[in-house]
């Protein structure tokens, strides 16, 4: 905490893995050309968003940290909750003792979709010699930790009233202008080192190839496969197409002819998925028999099934396993594409 700036919200939830982040950081501290204080430590993101944001999140994420050779500390936002949003100072203080009325509400976990010791990603670096003749590849993977939840909801400079060590570090907000990243990975920003990511799309500064190659690292979890070989049985072979946010009525009856002209001279079926649930249904009534999953089938059938049988548990708890449910589908979908 105190050698290397690392607020206890952090270390408090770490358990086993603390020593392995504590190897991490001596790496950092004995690496060429370092000096402990200047240039970037840690990189934490924080990752929220609709699915198909998340996983341009993860995989800008892990391609920053396979470029900078750095730890990534991983937090995965509750499906309903938004990277950054604030919370009441009187939860916060709950947040800090861990009470399990405010720690555990609206939690999710990064290990629930994803297998956090079979995820890693390789920095791909070209060694040329002077004439250009040879070349080969230098491979580091990633050190990637989960944490359960982000405790500082508010802005750093708030929760350093509790923690001094959260003043070290750098907060980036999707939306907002990337040179601060970009400031912080070059150790510009004075009395920073660590780097948060509160981000629910992808970073512009991480290359194509870089979130490429993060995205084939990811593992899902074993739940996550199963249901995305159930999925890839039933649209194995057809044509997949994800419909964009922001499409109108008539713009979405003209995709769904122009798909259903491919499909038909094709001979195949059509797997439509996307953005908005309401646009899905649209686009796949207007495919008719071509839609290879009807259009009312969007709700995931656990969720009445979890409904019905937990009557002995609040409606809040409900809602968060149906959320949690929602977006297993999600993600099982875009794979499955």
Known sequence: HDAYGVPWDVISQLDSARGDLLIALRAIHAAANSRWGRGLGLIFAEISGSPAERLLSLASAM??????????????????????????????????RGDATASDSGVDSFNEYFDEKLSSVSHEQNLLSPDKRMEQAEAESVRLFVLREWKCRERLDVCMDWDKAYGRVVEFTTGRDESVVQRAIAGEIRGKHHLLLRLSMGLNLVSKAAKVRALAALVPSGQLVRRVHALSSAVSGSLGVYIGAGLKQKALVAVAQRIARQAKARKVGVFAIGENDDDVREVRSQLGELAIIPPDNITSSHSSMREGSSADRSQAEIEQENEKDELHRRLAELYAL
């Open 63 to 96: 391609g920053l940290a396979a470029e900078r050779r750095r730890p990534l500390v991983i937090t995965w936002s509750a499906a309903s909750s938004k990277s950054g949003e604030s919370v009441s100072p009187s939860a916060q203080q709950q947040n800090r």
